[in-house]
């Protein structure tokens, strides 16, 4: 089983852990039980026949998934029980090298495993069709070296390189490859992005190229016509004691709050929190989450979340803050804040990477509407940017009332083509017959929706009628919160324009976001206009 090592076993949870377990080793196996995603990377250079996963009955597919996203070279066996024709075709599809039924024999299970390893071992030293394979004698290279955990390149004459987030990603994957060369398709598919091309790897590469020359150095990374990048230098790792740190594209900024806090540990932080404090905004910070088209599959927009982390350490999203903040000159503060810097940021993505944003999400408090929105067209204007890169999406911890005053500023923000929507759990069909004629996009509903339909059938079926209710009012759909597949195949059989959850894209940092949105398609993050004016660019 030499050639059984690295292969990862994904199986249900249970008792049949504990019998292959006792099977494997008694033929021999050596295994070790796994039970975090971020342990996968650290596993597999351990001097041990087979990984084992145990996840809970019926998510072996998302998890496989998330592995073939997160480790595309890796070997993955996925098994199940009751394994259907379709069952298998799934697993399939979504990355496994094998799909197995949990009551196979141990000798079969090996002989597979046995496979995968050799068929991906081939894979690494194949050539590649269009290539001639040159020896290369590397004791005449000069030795270039990544330091400080990836984060600096040094060229062989002791010039240091600061790397940004996807820079140093990118001189990832060339020491991870085999002899420092891969495809483009190969970088998009090993980082779990769903892209049609790959000119983000092209512009990403340019840019570092410029960035080397400007420091007086030539970075030796050659163009393999058709088919993708190599290091011709030698290019090294440097390993620091006890590290084990797992680079990935999409590492969140802000993580989710574990445990909500009771309304008394909010109101003593929130003590701490003076937005009118200009250092205040170091402790705030945007994450990014891609929503998908329903139609198409392809990423149609994204929702910035803004989180703020005090100083015990708690972690707060913004409208938790803005739901408890009781002072309404902070909060109105705060909105401000979270509105300018996301401009500044659209407008700073233009202007230094080409990459023209649109559709993004920003969640405000409905009541802090009045007093921003007629201000809102010069700021756009200010920064020169189109009404379409902004959305604003509106949520009340209270009954949301039609007034004369909110219908005039919603009408105005319409006017000047800028899209509202409603953030709502609510689908009783009383309430949502009240938002028949508004000037709004259309309405966000929130993860605990699907969530609480995937549980009850009765709670489904409301679902339902309250999206075709919608509908026939004239307005679009998001729903929030698909993180499995039974959700995804929920909301596709809703009426809905868009969904969006960690299925399909996790919290994402702004170098995944932008590097997400380089590598889309054209009509992702661009209005008409804007895809007329950047052809021929990055995107």
Request: proline share 4%; net charge negative.
């Amino acid at each position: 089983m030499e050639h059984a090592r690295g292969v990862l076993v994904v199986l249900e949870e249970g008792e049949g852990l504990h019998h292959w377990q006792e099977q494997l080793r008694v033929f021999g196996t050596k295994t070790s039980v796994i039970r975090s995603l971020d342990r996968v990377a650290e596993a597999r250079q351990t001097q041990v026949d087979l990984l084992l996963f145990p996840v809970e009955p019926g998510y072996v597919p998302l998890m496989v998934a998330k592995l073939r996203n997160d480790f595309g070279s890796l070997g993955i066996v996925a098994m199940q029980s009751g394994l259907t024709a379709s069952a298998r075709v799934q697993l399939l599809l979504t990355g496994a090298d094998a799909c197995l039924s949990l009551d196979i024999q141990a000798p079969e299970l090996m002989a597979w495993c046995h496979a995968v390893r050799r068929r991906n071992v081939y894979a690494m030293v194949a050539e590649v069709p269009g290539m001639q394979e040159q020896p290369q004698d590397h004791s005449g290279l000069q030795e270039w070296t990544l330091r400080d955990k990836g984060w600096t390149l040094v060229a062989p004459n002791g010039v240091g390189l600061e790397l940004t987030h996807s820079e140093r990603q990118l001189m990832d994957a060339f020491v991870r490859h085999t002899d420092a060369r891969f495809s483009r398709e190969d970088l998009m598919r090993d980082k779990g992005l769903a892209a049609s091309d790959s000119r983000a790897v092209d512009s990403l590469i340019s840019r570092l190229r410029r960035k080397a020359s400007q420091a007086g150095v030539a970075l030796p990374i050659k163009s393999v016509h058709g088919w993708g990048y190599t290091f011709t230098g030698k290019l090294m790792a440097q390993l620091e004691p006890q590290d084990s740190e797992v680079m990935e594209f999409y590492t969140p900024r802000d993580e989710p709050e574990s445990v909500q806090p009771t309304p008394l540990e909010l109101l003593s932080a929130l003590e701490t929190l003076d937005v009118l404090d200009p250092q205040a905004s170091e402790a705030l910070s945007f994450s990014y989450q891609l929503r998908v088209a329903t139609s198409t599959g392809q990423y149609s927009g994204v929702d910035a979340q803004v989180f703020w982390t005090a100083p015990t350490g708690l972690r707060l999203s913004s409208d938790v803050v803005l739901s408890y903040m009781p002072d309404a000159i902070h909060r109105q503060a705060l909105c401000e804040w979270m509105l300018r810097t996301l401009l500044v940021d659209v407008r700073r993505w233009w202007q230094e990477y080409s990459l023209r944003a649109s559709h993004i999400g920003l969640k405000l408090p409905v009541d802090m509407l009045m007093p921003i929105h007629k201000r809102l067209p010069s700021l756009l204007r200010q920064f020169e940017l189109q009404p379409c890169c902004l959305e604003l999406d509106l949520f009340s911890d209270e009954e949301l009332e039609g007034t004369p005053e909110l219908i005039q500023a919603l009408q105005y923000l319409k006017d000047h083509e800028i899209q509202v929507w409603l953030t709502s759990t609510n689908i009783e069909n009383n309430k949502l017959n009240r938002l028949r004629g508004w000037p709004i996009s259309g309405v966000k509903l929130e993860a605990e929706v699907i969530h609480r339909a995937c549980r009850e059938p009765t709670f489904r079926a409301l679902l339902e009628t309250a999206c075709h209710l919608l509908t026939e009012q004239g307005f679009e759909l998001v729903i929030k919160g698909v993180d499995t597949l039974e959700q995804r195949d929920l909301a596709l059989n809703l009426e809905l324009g868009h969904y969006q959850g960690r299925l399909t894209s996790e919290l994402m940092s702004e170098d995944g976001f932008l590097l997400t949105l380089a590598s889309s398609e054209p009509s992702f993050g661009q209005g008409n206009e804007a895809t007329r004016r950047l052809s021929g660019s990055v995107l």
